[in-house]
C-alpha cells in the first residue's frame, strides 16, 4: 500500500522525552515536598521559586501533553474552508 | 508568619490528587475551549480537601497562568489570538483585579466571612443571571434559525463602538478588523479584572464583552481571553507567592490534569463556529448561577437578613449547590469533547473520500 504523502510523522520521541522530563520533575516534587514546602512557602524573594516551577513544569509538560494528542490522532483541523 | 503558612500546606493523598488531576483536566478542556472557566469548582473543591482558603485561591492562581500559557500558545498557531487586545485588556485587567480584592477586603473586614461570601454569591448570581442569559439566548437564537455554521454578526453595540474616534488613543486590533480607542477596552478589562477577583472567573465578562461590544469572533475572544488570563494569574500568583501562600504541589497537579485539558480544548475550536463557544459559556454560566443561588439564602440567614435556616438544609444546600457547579463543568466538557470528535470524524471521513492528488494540491 502506498504511503499517504500528506501524513505527517507522529512526535513520538519528543513525546518519550518530555515525557520523561515531566515524571522526573513530579516525582521531585512529591518526594521533596517538606524540602520544596519549607522555602516555597518563605515568601518575598522566595516568590520566584513557585513562578519559576510554573513556567518550567508547563514548558515540559505542556509540550508533553501536545505531542501526546499529537501521537494518539487527535489533532486540529487541517482543511480550510471556502469561504 | 512563615512557619504558620507552611504548616497550612495539608497532607496529600493519592484520592486527593487524582480528585485535583480530574478537575484540573475538565477545567482545562472548558478553558482551552472558551478561554476560561474550572477555577470557580477548584478552589471550594480545595477547600473540601482542608486547604485554607487563600491557600487554595493562590495555588489556583499559579495553575491558571501556566495553563493559560500553555493554551494561548497553541491558540496563537491557529490564528486565534489577538496578542495586543489581549495585552491592552490584561493590563487593565490587573488594575480591577487589585481594586476588587480591596473591595473583597473591605467587605470582610466589615461584615466577616459570611458578608464576603454573601458578596460573592451575589456577583455570581447579578453577573451571570445578565451576562449568561444574553448569551445562552443569542446561542439558543442562533440555533432556531438554522445558522450554527455561519460567520458571526457584529452587533450594534460592537458597530457603534467602532465608529468611536478619539484622537490620539486608536489602535488597529486584528480580532476586530477595525480601529478602536484603548479608552474603550479600558473599563472592560477593569471589569474583567474585577470579576475575576470576585469570583474568580474574569473570562465571564472578558470573552463575552470582548464579543458583543468590541465585536471580536467568538473564537479569537475566547482564545485572546488566554492572554489576559495569563496577565491576570502571573500578577496574582506572584503577589500570593510573596506572602508564601502557594502550596506548588496542589497548582502542579492541577496543571498536570489542565494541560492535557487545554490542548484538547483549542483543539476543538478548530473544528466549530462561534455558535458552540457562545453555547458551551452560556450553559455553563446559567448552570453556575442556579449553583450559587442555593447558597444566598445560606448565608443571609447567617448574617440575619432573613429568618435562620436549620443546619441540615445547610449542609443539603451546600452540597447541592457544589453538586451543581460540578455539573456545569461536566456539561461544558460533554458539549466540548462531542464537538472536537464528531468534527474529527467528518474530517476523516471527507479526506478518506478525496482523491490522494487532490489532497496534495490542498
Known amino acids: 500500500m502506498a504511503k499517504d504523502p500528506v501524513k505527517k510523522k507522529k512526535p513520538i520521541s519528543k513525546m518519550v522525552f518530555t515525557g520523561v522530563v515531566t515524571v522526573s520533575l513530579y516525582t521531585t516534587l512529591l518526594l521533596k515536598q517538606d524540602v520544596i514546602n519549607d522555602y516555597f512557602g518563605r515568601g518575598g524573594v522566595y516568590a520566584i521559586l513557585p513562578i519559576a516551577t510554573a513556567f518550567l513544569f508547563s514548558f515540559f509538560h505542556g509540550s508533553f501533553t501536545g505531542s501526546f494528542w499529537s501521537v494518539l490522532g487527535i489533532e486540529a483541523k487541517k482543511r480550510k474552508e471556502v469561504k | ?108 473586614n466589615a461584615f466577616g466571612d459570611v458578608g464576603s461570601n454573601l458578596y460573592v454569591s451575589m456577583a455570581f448570581v447579578i453577573v451571570l443571571g445578565i451576562v449568561g442569559t444574553i448569551v445562552l439566548r443569542d446561542a439558543l437564537r442562533t440555533y432556531r434559525t438554522g445558522n450554527t455554521h455561519d460567520e458571526e454578526k457584529v452587533t450594534k453595540i460592537a458597530r457603534w463602538v467602532q465608529s468611536i474616534n478619539i484622537p490620539g488613543t486608536m489602535v488597529y486590533f486584528k480580532s476586530l478588523n477595525a480601529r478602536v480607542s484603548v479608552l474603550l477596552t479600558v473599563p472592560l478589562g477593569f471589569a474583567t479584572g474585577m470579576l475575576a477577583a470576585t469570583i474568580a472567573v474574569g473570562g465571564f465578562i472578558g470573552v463575552p464583552s470582548m464579543i458583543y461590544v468590541l465585536g471580536a469572533p467568538s473564537l479569537m475572544a475566547s482564545a485572546t481571553e488566554l492572554v489576559i488570563a495569563f496577565i491576570m494569574g502571573l500578577g496574582g500568583s506572584f503577589k500570593y507567592a510573596m506572602h508564601g501562600l502557594v502550596d506548588i504541589r496542589l497548582a502542579m497537579i492541577i496543571l498536570a490534569g489542565s494541560l492535557f485539558g487545554i490542548q484538547l480544548g483549542a483543539i476543538g475550536t478548530t473544528y466549530v463556529k462561534g455558535y458552540t463557544i457562545k453555547l458551551v459559556m452560556g450553559l455553563i454560566m446559567v448552570i453556575v448561577l442556579f449553583s450559587r443561588a442555593l447558597m444566598v439564602p445560606v448565608y443571609s440567614s447567617q448574617l440575619g437578613i432573613i429568618s435562620p435556616i436549620g443546619d441540615t438544609t445547610i449542609k443539603i444546600l451546600k452540597n447541592a449547590s457544589f453538586a451543581i457547579m460540578i455539573l456545569a463543568l461536566l456539561v461544558g466538557a460533554i458539549v466540548v469533547l462531542s464537538s472536537l470528535f464528531k468534527g474529527i470524524r467528518e474530517e476523516r471521513k471527507t479526506t478518506a473520500c478525496e482523491p490522494a492528488t487532490e489532497r496534495i494540491k490542498v
Not at chain 2, 489556583?60 to 490564528?79: D, E, I
Not at chain 2, 493590563?91 to 483585579?97: H, I, L, Y
Open chain 2, 1 to 108: 508568619m512563615h512557619d504558620i503558612v507552611a504548616s497550612n500546606f495539608v497532607d496529600l493523598n493519592w484520592m486527593n490528587m487524582a480528585y485535583l488531576f480530574f478537575v484540573g483536566f475538565v477545567g482545562g478542556l472548558v478553558s482551552g475551549f472558551i478561554g476560561s472557566g474550572g477555577a470557580f469548582v477548584l478552589t471550594p473543591g480545595m477547600m473540601s480537601m482542608g486547604v485554607p482558603g487563600l491557600v487554595a485561591v493562590a495555588s489556583n492562581m499559579c495553575h491558571k497562568f501556566p495553563k493559560a500559557l500553555v493554551g494561548a500558545l497553541k491558540r496563537a498557531k491557529y490564528g486565534q489570538v489577538d496578542v495586543k487586545l489581549g495585552l491592552i485588556m490584561g493590563a487593565s485587567a490587573e488594575a480591577g483585579v487589585l481594586f476588587g480584592a480591596q473591595i473583597q477586603q473591605n467587605i470582610k
